[in-house]
């Protein structure tokens, strides 16, 4: 019986390279999928999802007035049977597309899994993932961990002097220079200006070790 899931986590803690790899066992196993995207999200390119460490594939971007049980049914009369659909970057969905997603489980019977950040820089749910959390068969929290050593939770915005970001729009794109995960007591630290982040340097090869400041 097919299911909607939704995988959730604060920011950089893999849910792109995941997605990839569980599409990536799907097709070895000689299994077809649709990846989705939110064209609100450009970063991996056009076309594209993208994670960190380099994995990529092609993806269907989608604008949030499109009917989403509509672009899987096209999908499949196109190109035939579907055995899943992923959606990356989960939380830029409406709450009607969430209500699409069920659909797609529901009355196609294919399972959708949906990634996604649970919280803002505000500490406030994205509509997406308001509705994900309330209607999907199964909930998974992809875990990563705060500076501090704690599990994080929370996503910062920040400046470029590492100082909280506290007011603006809920969406604003951004990557490392602009979005830190970090636990909730240090959230509350860093929102109250206790203190500031300090931004994260370019990545290393493996086993290349960190230069001393």
Request: net charge neutral.
């Amino acid at each position: 019986m097919a299911k909607l899931f939704f995988y959730y986590s604060a920011m950089n803690a893999g849910k792109t390279t995941t997605l990839l790899q569980s599409a990536y066992n799907y097709h070895e196993r000689g299994m077809r999928t649709l990846i989705m995207l939110p064209a609100v999200d450009t970063r991996g390119g056009d076309g594209l999802v993208a994670s960190r460490i380099g994995l990529q594939a092609k993806a269907l971007r989608f604008q949030r007035h499109e009917d989403l049980l509509a672009v899987v049914s096209r999908d499949i009369e196109t190109r035939g049977k579907l055995d899943c659909v992923f959606v990356d970057e989960a939380q830029f969905l409406t709450k009607a597309q969430v209500s699409q997603l069920g659909d797609v489980v529901d009355r196609l019977d294919v399972p959708v899994l949906a990634y996604g950040l649970r919280t803002d820089f505000r500490g406030e749910l994205f509509e997406g993932s308001q509705y994900l959390l309330a209607w999907s068969d199964t909930l998974q929290e992809i875990k990563t961990i705060c500076h501090t050593g704690k599990k994080a939770t929370m996503v910062v915005r920040v400046d470029q002097h590492g100082r909280a970001v506290t007011e603006g729009p809920q969406v604003e794109i951004g990557g490392n220079d602009r979005y830190v995960s970090v636990s909730r007591a240090e959230y509350k630290r860093v929102m109250a200006g206790e203190t500031h982040i300090e931004l994260q340097q370019p990545m290393l090869p493996l086993g290349e070790p960190t230069p001393k400041r």
